[in-house]
């Protein structure tokens, strides 16, 4: 059931764009987007729902495709305060828990 | 949103001692949950806090090892029991608030490292 995330690490470049996908074998019910800096919580970015809702936070954006259970976070002219590793959750119909993917760690460097 | 307190926020065990976390949340939330994180890797949830009933575990966590409380809509504490060193993680306690498809809240986490 854990969502399956790619790429597993991102080296960028200050103004860089980068791309995270996730994907799903199982059908969701909706897919958040979180940022972990190191020895710190997660951190909240944004929640994609069924029908294809794409909601954006600053220069960060997401997409959910419920054909292929995909979701991508799309992070535009990346900034040094984007580092961290990223984290889709997957909540299913019926549930309210989060099941996290393995973790995408972008490092972003000036 | 939520403000999360979680103690202790780090602890080094003997092993075969129990270590109980706690997690105070500043408003009443719906669900409360456990994750465990060990370095470098993902968030695993352990279980879901129900208030007023047991817990409910994910495959591979059992109560008798990682019993959990959740007296009221505010607090929960989850107890790692008999320790060993393959319990040294990060443990984190999460809130989601109402019943829609909101976001989740995390406690800034305790760190454990079993010797």
């Known amino acids: 059931q854990q969502p399956v995330q790619s790429p597993q690490a991102v080296i960028l470049r200050e103004g860089e764009d980068a791309v995270i996908n996730c994907s799903s074998s199982k059908a969701l019910y909706s897919v958040h987007w979180y940022r972990q800096k190191h020895g710190e919580a997660p951190v909240f970015l944004m929640i994609?729902?069924?029908?294809?809702e794409q909601k954006g936070h600053e220069k960060i954006s997401a997409s959910f495709n419920e054909k292929k259970q995909q979701s991508s976070l799309y992070l535009t002219a990346s900034q040094l305060s984007y580092s961290g590793t990223y984290f889709c959750g997957s909540r299913f119909q019926g549930a309210q828990k989060l099941v996290f993917g393995q973790g995408t760690r972008l490092t972003i460097n000036p | 949103s939520a403000v999360i307190s979680q103690k202790p926020s780090r602890d080094i065990c003997q092993r075969g001692t129990s270590l109980t976390i706690q997690c105070q949340v500043d408003?009443?939330?719906?669900?409360m949950f456990w994750y465990r994180q060990q370095p470098g890797q993902s968030l695993t949830l352990i279980a879901t806090?129900?208030?007023?009933?047991?817990?409910?575990?994910e495959s591979g966590f059992v109560i008798d090892k990682f019993p959990i409380s959740r007296p009221n809509l505010t607090f929960s504490t989850l107890t790692v029991s008999n320790m060993s060193p393959e319990d040294s993680s990060i443990y984190l306690c999460s809130v989601v608030i109402g019943t829609g498809n909101t976001e989740a809240f995390f406690g800034q986490g305790t760190r454990l490292t079993v010797v």
């Open positions: 994609l729902l069924k029908g294809g």
């Open positions: 408003s009443q939330v719906t669900m």
């Open positions: 806090a129900n208030q007023g009933s047991e817990a409910t575990y």
